[in-house]
């Protein structure tokens, strides 16, 4: 794992702690400061760059373009190659990709929802795209995961990190009303 994704990781872990252990109460949440004082980026900020509502409005136009960018913004900090590969090691049955995070181990659920340049993707490599989807380039073990095939999920973390294609994923699940994927929607108090 690169060094500056460790940070994010040790982040994602605390938070995840303290969200499901209930420890944390949306009003006990601190604004941070920088020493010196300064204040720094909230993680349920609207987001920048890639997760700013002007980027995201691309995609969504609906009254949720402010949620979404902050749920952006807390699962990636707007970097679309974040890789939260957990599974690896055991800590939770997840490895999420991009900036909305998309749990490859899930995601996307059958062949039928499989995006089509996603099909498309997958059939260039020799695969049968009716009956692949990317949680088949892992064998998962209770919370462990373990690559079963590295083309696959190569092809699959390609296509994820591309920011309109997690994007365009992502407002998928979210016209399902799927907004519990995100823990960060509970964190950041959004609803659908």
């Not at 460790?6 to 982040?11: A, E, R, V, Y």
């Not at 002007?54 to 949720?64: A, E, V």
């Not at 340049?117 to 009716?130: C, E, F, H, N, V």
Request: charge should be negative.
């Amino acid at each position: 794992m690169p060094l500056f994704q460790k940070p994010l990781l040790i982040l994602s872990i605390i938070i995840f702690a303290f969200v499901a252990g209930g420890l944390v109460s949306h009003a006990t949440l601190a604004q941070p400061t920088a020493p010196g004082g300064s204040i720094v980026k909230s993680i349920c900020d609207e987001g920048t760059g890639f997760c700013s509502t002007s980027y995201l409005d691309r995609s969504f136009s609906d009254k949720f373009d402010n949620a979404y960018a902050r749920i952006c913004h807390a699962e990636s900090t707007g970097n679309p190659f974040l890789v939260n590969d957990v599974c690896i090691s055991g800590v939770s049955p997840e490895y999420n990709v991009g900036l909305f995070q998309i749990n490859l181990l899930i995601n996307p659920w059958s062949t039928s929802t499989t995006p089509q340049t996603l099909r498309q993707a997958i059939a260039i490599a020799g695969y049968d795209p009716t009956n692949t989807t990317c949680a088949n380039a892992f064998t998962l073990v209770g919370s462990k995961c373990f690559v079963a095939d590295q083309k696959l999920l190569d092809i699959c973390v390609n296509w994820f990190t591309q920011p309109l294609n997690n994007v365009e994923f992502a407002k998928i699940l979210f016209s399902r009303g799927d907004w519990q994927q995100w823990r960060s929607s509970d964190l950041c108090i959004v609803t659908n």
